[in-house]
C-alpha cells in the first residue's frame, strides 16, 4: 500500500462488513482527494473475469455535473418507484423497517447532487469471439454463450463496488449503491462525456454521513443456505 495514504483507526474487516449500511445523507464537506484514491484503489483490488480489468471509475466533483445527474437520477427514480410500488413488500421486512426504506430511497431522489462526490463505476464493452472463430462444439452452445454473457454483464464490476462500500465505510464515509440511472443511462453519459462502448453500473454518492453506520438486519443463514441437495437444511445435523 502507498505509504501516502491517510491512516485511519483501524477497523476490523467484519465489522466494516456489518456496518457498511446504505447511507443517502451527506454533509456538505468535500472528501479529501487521498481519501478518494485510497477508495479507488481498494476497488481496483477486486476480481474482474479473466483478469481484464475493463473498468472505469468516473470520479464526478463539479456541482454542475452533480446537479445534472441528479436531475436525471430522480427522473429515473420516479418511474422506479411505479414498479416498487406494484409490487408487494418483501415479506420479511416489517412495516416500519420497509417504510424506513421507502423513506431513504425516497430522500436520495431529491439528494443525490447534494453528495460532494458521485463515483460512477463503469464497464467497456468486450465484444465476443466471432462465432466462426470457433471450434465446433463451442459454435453449437454460441446462443447460450451470449446469453450467458448478458447475464453476468456486471460480474466483473460489482465486486468493486462492493470494496468501495467497504473502504468508504473504513474511512469514515458513506456510500450507497444505486442503479436507477440505468433507465436513462444514455443521457447521464452525456453528461459526462462518455463514449458509446463504454456501460455505467451505477451511482455511488460518496460523503461524510449525517446517518449512523449499521447495524444490518438480514434473513439468517439457515433461511437462506440449503446444505448439498436444495432444500435440504443447513446447518446440516446430519454431517456434524
Ligand atoms: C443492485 C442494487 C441496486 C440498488 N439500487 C438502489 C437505488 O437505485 N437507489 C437506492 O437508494 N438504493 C439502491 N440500492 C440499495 C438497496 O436499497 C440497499 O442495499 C438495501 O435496501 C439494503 O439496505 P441496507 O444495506 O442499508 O440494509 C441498490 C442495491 C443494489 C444491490
Known amino acids: 500500500m502507498p505509504a501516502s495514504f491517510p491512516t485511519q483507526p483501524a477497523i476490523g474487516l467484519f465489522e466494516a462488513i456489518y456496518t457498511a449500511r446504505s447511507l443517502r445523507h451527506f454533509k456538505p464537506d468535500p472528501v479529501p482527494p487521498a481519501l478518494i484514491e485510497r477508495v479507488l484503489d481498494a476497488a481496483i483490488r477486486a476480481s474482474s473475469g479473466g483478469n481484464t480489468q475493463h473498468w472505469t471509475f468516473l470520479v464526478v466533483r463539479d456541482a454542475e455535473k452533480r446537479r445534472q445527474l441528479g436531475a436525471l437520477y430522480r427522473q429515473a427514480s420516479d418511474y422506479q418507484s411505479a414498479v416498487y410500488a406494484a409490487r408487494p413488500k418483501p415479506e420479511h421486512l416489517s412495516e416500519a423497517q ?31 469471439p ?8 463451442v459454435q453449437a452452445r454460441y446462443a447460450d454463450h451470449l446469453a450467458n454473457v448478458q447475464r453476468i454483464s456486471g460480474s466483473s464490476i460489482y465486486p468493486a463496488i462492493q470494496n468501495v462500500i467497504l473502504a468508504c465505510r473504513a474511512l469514515g464515509l458513506g456510500t450507497v449503491i444505486t442503479t436507477n440511472h440505468i433507465l436513462l443511462e444514455n443521457e447521464v453519459k452525456a453528461v459526462l ?48
Not at 424506513?100 to 468486450?126: E, K, T
Not at 466471432?130 to 462444439?137: A, I
Not at 451511482?203 to 454521513?209: D, T
Open 98 to 128: 420497509y417504510g424506513q426504506f421507502l423513506a431513504n430511497s425516497g430522500y436520495l431522489w431529491d439528494h443525490m447532487a447534494d453528495a460532494p462526490v458521485i463515483l460512477v463505476p463503469c464497464l467497456a464493452r468486450r465484444e465476443p
Open 130 to 137: 466471432e462465432r466462426t472463430s470457433l471450434p465446433e462444439v
Open 193 to 240: 462525456g462518455i463514449p458509446e462502448h463504454i456501460a455505467t453500473f451505477a451511482l455511488m454518492p460518496i460523503g461524510y454521513p449525517t446517518r449512523k453506520y449499521g447495524p444490518l438486519t438480514r434473513k439468517p443463514v439457515a433461511e437462506v443456505t440449503f446444505a448439498d441437495t436444495w432444500g435440504n437444511p443447513w446447518p446440516d445435523t446430519a454431517a456434524s
